[in-house]
């Protein structure tokens, strides 16, 4: 019967120390965030969410985007790349956070048939040729039209929800 009872207990240490995987760390399971990358600060980068979170029913803002100032990020990481974070540790709960990678993947981007520029170009442009003063912005969509040689991009506030829709010709 002793046996069994320490058998059972080291059984439970191992299932509750498995089951205490931090958020997916080290670094497998979920990203903390999945976005593009907004703004750049040395090695720190602006990750802000496409997709938004609903929190009406518990009282909170219908939509709201995850935005995180990611500390130690690797120097060639654009303005403009969509990637995955991982976090290092936890995540200061200002808005936007801010926080350690622990690991990122840049997602592939897309140049479309006829076009000269990526997605991920294209949104580097229209960021760095438009001043947006302290606005958090999401991208929306990213389009390029065949026929007009030209790029549509629409980037949301954050905060405002207010739309801005820029053109980008692709030369």
């Not at 958020?23 to 600060?41: C, L, Q, R, S």
């Not at 993947?105 to 076009?115: D, F, K, N, R, Y």
Request: charged residues 25%.
């Amino acid at each position: 019967m002793r046996n069994l009872v320490v058998h059972l207990t080291a059984f439970m240490l191992f299932v509750l120390v498995g089951c205490s995987n931090d958020n997916g760390n080290e670094y497998g399971g979920e990203p903390g965030i999945t976005g593009y990358v907004m703004d750049k600060e040395g090695q720190k980068i602006l990750v802000v969410s496409t997709e938004a979170k609903d929190y009406s029913e518990n009282g909170g803002i219908e939509e709201f985007y995850d935005a995180v100032w990611v500390n130690k990020s690797p120097n060639d990481v654009k303005v403009g790349e969509k990637v995955k974070i991982w976090f290092d540790g936890g995540v200061e709960e200002s808005y936007p956070g801010q926080t350690t990678v622990g690991k990122l993947e840049v997602m592939q981007s897309s140049t479309p048939e006829g076009a000269t520029f990526s997605d991920t170009e294209i949104l580097n442009r229209a960021l760095s040729k438009n001043k947006f003063e302290n606005e958090i912005l999401t991208a929306q969509s990213i389009s390029y039209d065949a026929d007009k040689d030209e790029w549509s991009i629409i980037l949301k506030n954050t905060d405002s929800y207010a739309e801005h829709k820029v053109k980008v010709e692709d030369k």
